[in-house]
């Protein structure tokens, strides 16, 4: 997956000095550097522990899942939802803690639910279409990003190029949901490719 990085960060070095018109400078994740300015150990930790978390329990949890990983999967789209409704103004560890212990309580009271014939089905069906569901989250996983860079729905080639590599890493977090089948692999691994940004990153944030 890193080779695969390099690999595109060098062709975006040779498409913004061959093709400047492309204007790659356009979007800037404003929100991530701010918070990265006014908070480091926020911008930390949202980075290398909370978004890991929230995102893989969103994009890897239908991958092969088991009814516990159904359960994660509900409970992760629950807070991704209660996000938007919390002022934007609140200090934003608060607000994740808030939301993730939210989520731990429905987390725990669907466990203690026998599976319903409905979510049995459910379940065979996302098991024998995992490779459509491995790649579909790939995309999904790239496209939320969009939002990293811009407010809005909007779409374009630029934005294409930018969340391209987000595609590439959740093609290879599902890989190591499917080979492994637990979703504590693509967390860890997920939170290793963020921290190798955090490191890189170090100069700025002390």
């Given at each position: 997956?890193?080779g ?88 934003s ?36 279409n ?11 996983f ?5 939002w ?59």
């Amino acid at each position: 997956m890193i080779g695969t990085y390099f690999l595109f960060f060098f062709l975006l070095g040779f498409l913004n000095t061959f093709l400047p018109e492309l204007d790659l400078e356009k979007y800037q994740q404003t929100e991530l550097f701010n918070l990265m300015d006014e908070s480091p150990l926020a911008f930390i930790l949202m980075a290398v522990v909370i978004a890991p978390i929230l995102e893989e329990s969103m994009f890897r949890t239908l991958i092969k899942p088991s009814f516990t990983e159904i359960y994660i999967f509900i409970c992760a789209v629950l807070a991704f939802v209660g996000l938007g409704f919390i002022p934007q103004e609140a200090h934003s560890l608060l607000k994740y803690g808030l939301v993730i212990l939210s989520a731990i309580i429905i987390f725990l009271f669907l466990q203690s639910l026998k599976p319903s014939r409905f979510l049995r089905v459910f379940r065979i069906i996302l098991y024998r279409n995992y490779r459509f569901i491995w790649l579909l989250t790939a995309a999904l996983f790239g496209l939320v990003h969009i939002w990293n860079y811009v407010e809005g729905w909007q779409f374009d080639l630029i934005l294409f190029l930018l969340i391209f590599p987000r595609i590439i890493a959740g093609y290879f977090f599902g890989k190591v949901k499917v080979e492994n089948g637990n979703l504590l692999w693509p967390i860890t691994m997920h939170a290793m490719n963020n921290g190798i940004v955090v490191f890189f990153l170090l100069p700025k944030l002390l």
